[in-house]
Structure formats: structure tokens, C-alpha cells
């Protein structure tokens, strides 16, 4: 019972991240500072460190995880996607990559937000590019 609560708070966190970081992209576009934490404080109401390592986590690795986002994105590049699209992204290649997030989460957790706040053809695209980085990762641990 415990484990099905913990998913059900980390998918609600997800969301929160996903805003955080569209709120990151929005200042940065319009060259606004702002503090990550204080962005933090004001969307979520508890202290969570699942919130601060991922936002911090795709902040810090920002480029490493653009660069998989663009090879794995077929002919679109990630900055050609909405703030909110390239944040549900951003959060899945970092957890693919830097967490130990089942693999399969990651990519559950990303479509479901997608389902919710991208429209059907950004959802696809996706998809596909986290199930294309998945399977290059699984290839690489297979060796």
C-alpha cells in the first residue's frame, strides 16, 4: 500500500517539475532572474528533494540532455517544442539517465503528462524518442 502511494506523490511531483522548469524557461526567455529555489517554494508546498534533484539535475545537465533529446527526436531539434513539451522531455532523459528510475517509469510517467499537457502529435514524438534512447541505453548496458 505504502509503494502505491509514493508513485501516485511522485507523478503529482512530476507535474510540479514540469511546471518549475516551464517557469524556468519562461524567465530565461524573456531575461527575467529568479532563484530556482524560491521558483520551487511557490509550486510546491512541501520540502521535497525529488522535486530539487530533478529540476537541479536538468538544470545542471541541461546540455548533455538537449543533446539526446535533439539525436533521438528525428529531424526536430527540442527548442522547436513548447516550454511545457521540452519540460516533460527534459525530466524523462534526466531520469533516464542520472536517477534509477526504473527505465519503463520514465517512460509511463513522460506519456501520461504528455496525454495531459501536449497535443497528440508532440505526445508521439515523445514516445518515440524516449523509446529510441531507451533502447540505445539497453544496447549499451547489454555489451
Not at 4 to 13: G, I, T
Not at 56 to 64: A, K, L, Q
Not at 117 to 136: C, G, Q
Amino acid at each position: 500500500m505504502g509503494d502505491k502511494m509514493n508513485q501516485k506523490s511522485r507523478s503529482e511531483l512530476r507535474i510540479n517539475i514540469m511546471n518549475i522548469l516551464y517557469q524556468i524557461s519562461i524567465y530565461k526567455m524573456r531575461h527575467i532572474n529568479y532563484n530556482v529555489d524560491d521558483i520551487i517554494k511557490e509550486n510546491v508546498e512541501i520540502d521535497s528533494e525529488f522535486v530539487k534533484d530533478i529540476v537541479y539535475g536538468v538544470i545542471t545537465n541541461e546540455d548533455e540532455i538537449v543533446k539526446q533529446a535533439n539525436t533521438y527526436l528525428n529531424g526536430w531539434t527540442i527548442d522547436r517544442l513548447g516550454f511545457t513539451d521540452q519540460a516533460i522531455l527534459k525530466i524523462a532523459i534526466y531520469e533516464f539517465l542520472y536517477t534509477d528510475t526504473p527505465k519503463i517509469v520514465c517512460i509511463n510517467e513522460a506519456i501520461e503528462l504528455a496525454k495531459k499537457y501536449s497535443d497528440d502529435e508532440v505526445r508521439k514524438m515523445i514516445n518515440a524518442s524516449l523509446d529510441k534512447l531507451y533502447h540505445k541505453l539497453e544496447e549499451k548496458n547489454g555489451q
